[in-house]
């Protein structure tokens, strides 16, 4: 059989990320625009979860089927989902702390603990041109934050400073969890655990709202729950390296979103230091990818 021309797979991998940078930075705006109608950051977050379950649970069904999330590392999603929903807070909360952009460009970092968190616990080789990526994506991330000045609030520059590291602490664990479990498997999961303490969290946060705002609620979690299953489908098709760096076009988005719905613009700094971190980001997905490529021919070859 002749396989398909790379174009065929590579294109469709490019289009579904695409469209989750897209729907989570729809996403992203939902959630500041429930919280302009009334809604506690509990709320939001329960209901993020809620959609995605339901969302994620009806696809696995309609397709593979639900006897594809039987699991024998159940430990291992437990702690994923505790990570998982801690880091979802803190990204939530530095959402609603911090304009869109700014928020955005912050959660940019997110490579630079994975590159760091990678060498300390996993103990992969990490040269000193990732580790001069690493210093430059810190000094983008000054450049944005403004230590000692008044650019944007320390406590939202310190949730989502939190929320990159936690997220790229939950990307170890997919790393090892993904050695034997199917991505919707983590997916499904995740979304379903973490319903439980969620569950408290909304019982204790609930409060009514018009139906404008119950309607936002939902929409963070149906748009995120979609953006969930396009990110996983996107990296079915697609190696890590090529469909990660798109990921960097929510700037745009995050920007239009800012300036149509809350009427905010990047400031000066956000303009300097999100090239700065962009291009960090870029390098160590380049090393690790030529990294791969390298390790790769010398696995194979007889001694």
């Known amino acids: 059989m002749t396989s398909a021309p790379a174009s065929d797979r590579l294109l469709p991998a490019i289009g579904l990320r695409l469209m989750s940078v897209g729907l989570f930075a729809t996403m992203n705006a939902c959630i500041k625009l429930a919280e302009a109608h009334g809604a506690a950051l509990g709320e939001i977050l329960f209901f ?19 006897a594809t999330i039987r699991t024998q590392r159940i430990g291992a999603h437990v702690l994923r989902c505790v990570v998982g929903v801690i880091s979802m807070a803190f990204t939530f909360a530095a959402l609603l702390a911090l304009p869109l952009a700014e ?23 990490t040269g000193w041109r990732r580790w001069c990526a690493v210093g430059l994506g810190f000094v983008g991330v000054l450049i944005v934050m403004q230590p000692g000045g008044h650019a944007i609030p320390l406590y939202g520059a310190a949730c989502g400073l939190a929320a990159a590291m936690l997220t790229a602490t939950v990307f170890i664990q997919l790393r090892q969890i993904g050695r034997t479990e199917r991505a919707q498997t983590t997916v499904w999961w995740f979304s379903v655990l973490s319903l439980l303490p969620l569950s408290i969290v909304f019982l204790l946060s609930i409060q009514p709202h018009p139906p ?47 300036w149509l719905l809350f009427g905010s613009l990047p400031g000066e700094t956000t303009w300097i230091g999100a090239p700065v971190i962009v291009a960090s980001g870029l390098y160590i997905v380049w090393r690790e990818h030529r990294r791969r490529q390298e390790a790769t021919p010398a696995a194979i070859t007889p001694e």
């Open 212 to 258: 404008t705002t119950w309607l936002i609620l939902m929409s963070v979690g149906l748009v995120g729950g979609g953006a969930q299953l396009a990110m996983t489908a996107s990296l079915r098709r697609g190696a890590v390296s090529l469909v990660v760096p798109f990921d960097y076009t929510s700037l745009l988005w995050a920007t239009a979103y800012g």
């Open 48 to 66: 993020r979860q809620a959609g995605a379950a339901v969302l994620v649970t009806t696809v696995i069904a309609a397709g593979p089927g639900l």
């Open 103 to 125: 928020a955005t460009t912050i959660a940019f970092s997110t490579p630079i603990f994975a590159t760091i968190l990678g060498a300390l616990v996993l103990g992969e080789p």
